[in-house]
């Protein structure tokens, strides 16, 4: 009797491991695709969010680098993920809105392909003079460059970015003919600039704030529509008499077919980690604006911005190798 007893609490016990096992197997990672190396922005942003939503979510969040072309390693793999909120991808809007009017072939859809759940960030960018340009203002950099059109370069963390397009605006509205000079981010750019290799800089103010306050460079003006908080001295392209102004985003995605409350579910989450003091700060500290939209309303600027750098990108000729 002893022995049936026992042979019945081993047998209930293994049916109840059983039963368990399936609910276990459930306790998924969910992984934020980055398409940059570490340490970026972006990559930051992605860490901060991943602390967040391990909590709200109650579940384990990853952040996985898939660095290259410009992003898209990182959106096709999304794109072939499947829509079960597992995995997703933290991607500023370049890949969405400018490279589309670039490549022939993406290996994506930025529309159909995939899932707008957040926007996290938005941001703009900085008009930044180095000690190869000469004292002034930004009208009277642009004027000795036109007096001097051999030195009229600008840098640029890659061609084919919102930055370069942008310097390219500033172009054609000032009447300075600007020759750009593509990096390989915005670093290497920099070191040029400060180095007197460049007289001028268009890229996030991120790249050039510290060398700005350190008296190294000067960043003249700023593209978005309404000055920076982390540069409330500096005015915009419009202030100075320049009609251009151009900003940027960084959305959280997922793959096509995520189920709605799924969605929701996640921007929920995403919206609260955007209220936290730490992120918020971060977010600040690389020159961005925390700045929460639902999905829809992410569908909508995306579909804005598609549609913005679609005549500038075809007047400035470039096409991608």
């Known amino acids: 009797m002893t022995m049936n007893r026992r042979h019945f609490t081993f047998a209930a016990a293994a049916a109840a491991a059983s039963l ?9 990672t969910l992984k934020i695709l ?3 190396p570490p340490g970026g ?14 909590v709200s979510l109650a579940q384990n969040v990853i952040v996985d680098n898939k660095p290259g072309a410009g992003g898209r390693v990182a959106l096709n793999e999304l794109k072939r993920a499947a829509p079960d909120g597992q995995t997703l991808a ?9 490279q589309p009017w670039l490549y022939s072939n993406l290996g994506y859809d930025p529309v159909k392909d995939f899932t707008p759940i957040s926007r996290v960030t938005t941001f703009d960018f900085a008009v930044t003079a180095g000690p190869g340009a000469p004292a002034g203002d930004l009208k009277a950099v642009l004027a000795w460059m036109k ?28 009447g300075v003919p600007l020759t750009h000079v593509a990096y390989r981010g915005g670093a290497p750019a920099a070191q040029d600039l400060i180095g007197g290799q460049v ?26 529509e309404s000055r920076s908080r ?3 001295d500096v005015p915009t392209l419009k202030e100075v008499g320049i009609n251009v102004a151009a900003d940027a985003f960084f959305g959280l995605y997922g793959p ?14 995403v919206a609260d980690a955007l209220k936290a003091p730490d992120v918020q700060d971060k977010i600040y500290g690389f020159g961005l604006v925390p700045s929460h939209a639902p999905s829809a309303d992410l569908v909508t600027t995306q579909a804005a911005h598609l549609k913005k750098w679609e005549a500038p990108i075809k007047a400035s000729g470039f096409k991608a190798e």
């Open 230 to 232: 982390a540069l409330p």
């Open 256 to 269: 096509a077919g995520l189920p709605a409350d799924v969605a929701a579910r996640i921007d929920r989450a």
């Open 90 to 98: 933290l991607t500023p809007s370049g890949a969405l809105v400018i």
């Open 199 to 224: 007289p001028l800089m268009v890229d996030t103010a991120s790249e050039t704030l510290e060398h700005h306050k350190a008296g190294k460079a000067r960043i003249l003006a700023v593209t978005g």
């Open 34 to 36: 980055v398409g940059f």
């Open 20 to 28: 368990a096992a399936p609910a276990f197997a459930q306790d998924r």
């Open 41 to 54: 922005s972006v990559d930051v942003i992605a860490r901060l969010l991943a602390d967040k939503l391990r």
């Open 147 to 174: 007096a001097n059109p051999a030195k009229a370069n600008y840098a640029t963390s890659g061609a084919g970015t919102v930055p370069h397009f942008a310097g390219q605006m500033l172009a054609q509205a000032s």
